[in-house]
């Protein structure tokens, strides 16, 4: 069974500080990871994606990802108030595009002034 | 250029009824996707559209649910006989192509009562 799967949290991190979130999927094949933030009440927004082994940094955040592993991540630094959202990781299976993207449930983080 | 649109943006309706949501993805995207999300949950895939075909419709919750796409434009999804575990959001992203990037519209947002 293909799954994505996130810890729900909430994840509480202090203003400033770095926030980590996780992901992992079962498929191996896979080969393209996505992050997306959410805000309550509005669709999803696209982050970062990352094809492929090793880290991809663009401002504050970096994607993490470990094929190895099925690991991906995401690094927030200097975290803002901001940013408290709903992050889905995402994961476009070995299908490809007949199975759209596989989303994981995702994890509330909240940044605390 | 414009983003993913959708339309209605809310509808309400009632049990048995039949509503059509309608989306227009981004100009040139070939990709189109249809997702639910109903309150407090992750993104659930219903069905994916290169071009004007539908290579995998299982992702459809009933028979009461069809979409179609007409060429590489507009696509509407139709519930027949609306049940109140319809009430979601219904949201529709585009992408260039299969592996690419999806960029989600705004949402239909259902009630059926």
């Known amino acids: 069974q293909k799954e994505v799967e996130q810890n729900s949290g909430p994840l509480s991190v202090p203003e400033g500080a770095i926030a980590s979130l996780n992901c992992t999927y079962s498929?191996?094949?896979?080969?393209?990871f996505f992050w997306y933030r959410q805000y309550s009440g509005k669709s999803p927004e696209l982050i970062m994606f990352i094809y492929s082994n090793g880290d991809k940094e663009d401002g504050r955040f970096t994607a993490q990802l470990n094929k190895a592993s099925q690991y991906v991540s995401l690094l927030i630094r200097d975290s803002q108030p901001s940013d408290s959202a709903t992050y889905l990781c995402a994961v476009n299976l070995v299908g490809g595009g007949a199975d759209g993207l596989t989303f994981g449930k995702g994890t509330h983080l909240i940044i605390q002034p | 250029g414009a983003g993913v649109s959708q339309s209605p943006s809310n509808k309400v309706t009632e049990k048995g009824k039949d509503v059509e949501l309608r989306c227009d993805p981004i100009s040139g995207h070939t990709a189109l996707y249809w997702y639910r999300q109903r309150l407090g949950q992750g993104l659930e895939f219903l069905i994916y559209f290169q071009g004007n075909s539908a290579p995998d419709k299982s992702g459809l919750p009933s028979d009461r649910f069809s979409a179609e796409r007409t060429g590489e434009s507009v696509s509407t999804l139709t519930i027949q006989r609306t049940q109140q575990e319809d009430s979601a959001v219904y949201l529709c992203?585009?992408?260039?192509?299969?592996?690419?990037?999806?960029?989600f519209g705004p949402g239909t947002r259902l009630l059926v009562l």
């Open positions: 992203a585009s992408s260039l192509g299969e592996w690419e990037t999806q960029y």
């Open positions: 498929d191996r094949g896979s080969q393209s």
